[in-house]
């Protein structure tokens, strides 16, 4: 069964991948400021505004996708341990902005309220899943390294002719054409 588990894991790799960057992408926390007398502004702030690593994260990961596809057993090991340093690394960025924005929106609406301006600040769930995606491609990470040098590999035609060690019927041929096989 375990056998099975590479292309499943390679969408699933690609999935949270694209799914953590949607949510890093999407607006966390939103404002609105008006003052008597002047235009209301709105104001947006992205994860990718807070975390511009989160969004390098993510794409690494959808690039771990391809990578396991194509990597050997003991190279997948390694994929999967960088996937899950990705995800912990992305879970402590995210989870460390959520104190720096809310410093930032307690210190903007002090300062409105003392220059008579009204701020109504909002937040979007988009930093939650952010959080659970990062979590979710830990987890994903520390699967593919410890299941994915059990997977299947792509077979010898990828293989460079170098790499090839010849096979007995192989030699059978060269022997029969009058190639000598040792040179």
Excluded: C, H
């Excluded at 069964?1 to 790799?13: F, I, T, Y």
């Amino acid at each position: 069964m375990r056998r099975n588990l590479l292309a499943p894991s390679v969408l699933l790799l690609l999935a949270v991948g694209g799914g953590t960057l949607a949510a890093v992408r999407a607006t966390w926390a939103s404002a609105t400021v008006s003052a008597a007398g002047l235009p209301e502004v709105d104001l947006a702030v992205s994860g990718s505004d807070v975390v511009p690593g989160a969004v390098g994260l993510a794409v690494l990961v959808m690039a771990a996708g391809a990578g396991v596809l194509a990597a050997g057993p003991r190279l997948r090991r390694v994929i999967g341990a960088i996937v899950a340093l990705a995800g912990v690394i992305g879970v402590v960025m995210s989870v460390a902005t959520d104190s720096a924005m809310d410093t930032a929106r307690a210190r903007a609406i002090d300062e409105a309220a003392v220059s008579g301006i009204a701020v109504d600040w909002s937040t979007t769930a988009a930093q939650a899943l952010s959080v659970a995606g990062f979590v979710l491609i830990a987890i994903t990470g520390v699967l593919v390294a410890w299941l994915g040098p059990r997977w299947a590999t792509m077979g010898r035609k990828y293989e460079t002719p170098a790499a090839r060690e010849p096979e007995s019927s192989d030699l059978w041929k060269a022997m029969d054409d009058g190639v000598d096989p040792t040179a």
